[in-house]
């Protein structure tokens, strides 16, 4: 979003015709931003054989994900549905590795049948696959490393009471698993949470994988999960992606030394890839002013973006329609009647009912956590790609909130 002659504008194209011509609540993605992110990991790690790996599960529209392709990226698939959005847009099974927890084997048995890579949660699931598959489907182990990362407690997944992946305490007990069954286990991988600051933690986890890995003779890859933090806030401090890369990539390259072969590199970035090239824009319908506070109504809540009500996440808030005047501190409220607070006691320049708000870092777990809460439709999504707007979902109708329910009639 840059600011050019007294206008806010994704590549060149004014945001407020954006509104105007797909309507609010609307998220956008500029495709560039996605572009220069998946460029400046890759240029980090330019010294080793990086392999992304994009969370599907941050932004899952098709179109987003035939743009990482045409980056060169490989997808990291939670679901079998992700699994099957990732096949349906062109991906080859290898580029697809599947990380489920907590599901039904046969889910695991029909990602096999598709030819994608598995990466086993936990140790009844190893045994499972090892008794079908024995040492005829390669393998990845996702362990746990008992690090405490991330910024809230709800995306911190590799503490010692998180229910993600094997232990790394347990180690051990799945050589066992591996060698009775034969398994061939080609890769190891940890996540260990998201909004993770710096190379430090990159660094505890790597080592950590390293001595697992020792254990392991014929892995091709490491893989070290998502996590890496963006900005949100001006002035916040986010991951210094080229420390990360130099520090870990020296550290890899030690171990595959002693390892006595190079093994690839693998990242799952959602975050760091589409948070910051999306907006969630929003019209003011109403400024209420309390003997407490001021607020502004919009037409959008927890339901398109839960990400403020459930993580505490800071989302920052523009008013495009004003470039210049006075700032007012407001609270921005959405439209679902529980408690429903996008952002609390925000600067920013003066709001008239009418006008549009951008919510800022909205490309990462917006549309794909909204629901229809309240009833209420689901936005339209627009990608800006070589500076033209394209819708890539229209808004929800009503006939949509209805189309699934079995009328009784009765
Ligand atoms: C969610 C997730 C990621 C992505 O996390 P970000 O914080 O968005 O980078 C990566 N790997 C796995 C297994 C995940 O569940």
């Not at 992946?165 to 066992?176: F, M, N």
């Not at 420390?243 to 970035?269: H, M, N, Q």
Request: aromatic share 8%.
């Amino acid at each position: 979003m840059t600011i050019n002659n007294q206008q806010y504008q994704i590549q060149g194209i004014p945001m407020l015709d954006i509104a105007k011509e797909f309507g609010t609540p609307v998220y956008v993605y500029d495709g560039q931003k996605i572009l220069d992110q998946v460029e400046s990991l890759k240029s980090a790690f330019s010294s080793a054989n990086l392999k992304i790996k994009y969370a599907t599960k941050a932004l899952s529209n098709i179109n987003i994900l035939k743009l990482m392709k045409k980056a060169g990226t490989g997808v990291d698939a939670v679901s079998i549905e992700e699994v099957h959005l990732c096949l349906h847009v062109g991906y080859a099974p290898s580029e697809i590795m599947f990380t489920p927890n907590c599901v039904a084997f046969e889910e695991i048995q029909e990602a096999v049948g598709l030819g994608v890579m598995i990466n086993i949660d936990n140790i009844p699931m190893l045994e499972h696959f090892g008794t079908h598959y024995g040492n005829t489907v390669p393998v990845c182990i996702r362990l746990n490393p008992h690090i405490l990362a991330g910024g809230n407690a709800k995306i911190s997944v590799g503490h010692i009471d998180s229910k993600f992946g094997i232990s790394i305490l347990q180690v051990k007990h799945v050589l066992k698993i591996v060698e009775a069954h034969t398994l061939n286990v080609i890769g190891l991988h940890i996540h260990t949470g998201s909004d993770i600051l710096d190379a430090d933690v990159f660094l505890k986890g790597a080592e950590i994988l390293f001595d697992a890995a020792r254990e392991f003779r014929d892995l091709k890859f490491l893989d070290f999960g998502g996590g890496f933090k963006v900005g949100y806030k001006e002035g916040d401090i986010t991951t210094d992606m080229q420390d990360v890369g130099k520090k870990v990539s020296a550290a890899f390259k030690a171990f595959c030394t002693e390892y006595g072969r190079e093994l690839e590199i693998w990242f799952e970035p959602g975050k760091f890839l589409v948070s910051e090239c999306g907006y969630l824009l929003v019209h003011a319908n109403v400024v209420k002013s309390t003997p407490a506070s001021t607020f502004i109504g919009v037409d959008t809540g927890l339901n398109h973006l839960i990400r403020p009500m459930m993580y505490d996440a800071y989302h920052g808030v523009v008013n495009i329609s004003k470039l210049d005047g006075p700032e007012r501190v407001y609270t921005i409220v959405g439209y679902i009647c529980e408690t429903d607070t996008i952002a609390a006691d925000r600067k920013i320049k003066e709001v008239k009912e009418g006008d549009i708000l951008a919510i800022k870092n909205a490309g990462a777990y917006g549309f794909s956590m909204a629901s229809n809460y309240n009833s209420r439709l689901r936005p339209a999504e627009v990608l800006v790609l070589d500076g033209k707007a394209h819708l890539i979902r229209k808004r929800e109708t009503f006939e949509d909130i209805l189309r699934h329910q079995v009328d009784l009639g009765i």
